[in-house]
């Protein structure tokens, strides 16, 4: 069965404080990973679609990386503004639907 | 250009009763996808439809359906409502088929009472 996990659950930073966030997955067959960002009560905004290992995309602060068997969304120097639930999916080789993963709340403070 | 849109923004139904949710697509986008969202949980995958036809089907019972009309644009029927069906109903579509990069409405929050 396809499965995503992410972690940690929850994040607290401070401002400036770069870390980075981790998205694992088991999928029968890999045809892409999307990195959304999602505000309290909204739908999701699409950050990055990675489809092969090695494959690296930026925007602004983040940094998203892909590997075999997982996903790193980078963050650095994050400001309050960065505040969001991140959510991880795989889109499987067959099914033709996103596979979504609990996500994680992020918090950062000034 | 104007994004996914959703209506209605909320919806307070009773138990048993059913109700009715829409989408617009982006202009251009042939694919409409419905998701739910619980309160704890994530987006779980509801239906997919592509040129009018259902394509694929979450696990969820038949109770949920729905359709895509000539426009692309999409109606998610939910009947025999439960409390548990209480939950953010999202929208996305995408230009091709393949689910790259689609974009999501603001839901539709769905209150069974």
């Known amino acids: 069965e396809d499965q995503v996990t992410q972690s940690p659950e929850a994040l607290r930073l401070q401002e400036g404080e770069s870390s980075s966030l981790n998205c694992s997955y088991t999928v029968s067959g890999l045809r892409g990973l999307f990195w959304y960002r999602q505000d309290p009560g909204k739908g999701p905004e699409f950050l990055f679609t990675?489809?092969?290992a090695g494959e690296e995309k930026e925007k602004e602060r983040l940094k998203a990386t892909l590997t075999k068997k997982e996903s790193f969304l980078h963050i650095t120097a994050p400001k309050p503004e960065d505040s969001a639930t991140y959510l991880c999916?795989?889109?499987?080789?067959?099914?033709?639907?996103?596979?979504f993963g609990a996500g994680t709340i992020l918090r950062v403070k000034s | 250009e104007a994004g996914v849109t959703q209506s209605p923004t909320h919806l307070i139904k009773t138990r048993g009763q059913q109700a009715t949710l829409r989408c617009s697509p982006i202009?251009?986008?042939?694919?409409v996808y419905w998701y739910q969202q619980a309160l704890g949980l994530g987006l779980q995958f509801l239906l997919w439809y592509d040129e009018g036809e259902e394509r694929n089907r979450g696990n969820f019972p038949p109770r949920f359906s729905g359709r895509q009309f000539p426009n692309y644009s999409s109606e998610l029927n939910v009947n025999a409502l439960e409390l548990e069906d209480s939950a953010l109903y999202l929208c996305?579509?995408?230009?091709?088929?393949?689910?790259?990069?689609?974009?999501f409405g603001q839901g539709t929050r769905l209150t069974v009472v």
């Open positions: 996305a579509s995408s230009f091709l088929p393949a689910n790259t990069e689609a974009f």
């Open positions: 990675l489809y092969s």
């Open positions: 202009s251009g986008h042939t694919s």
């Open positions: 999916a795989v889109h499987p080789e067959y099914g033709n639907k996103l596979v």
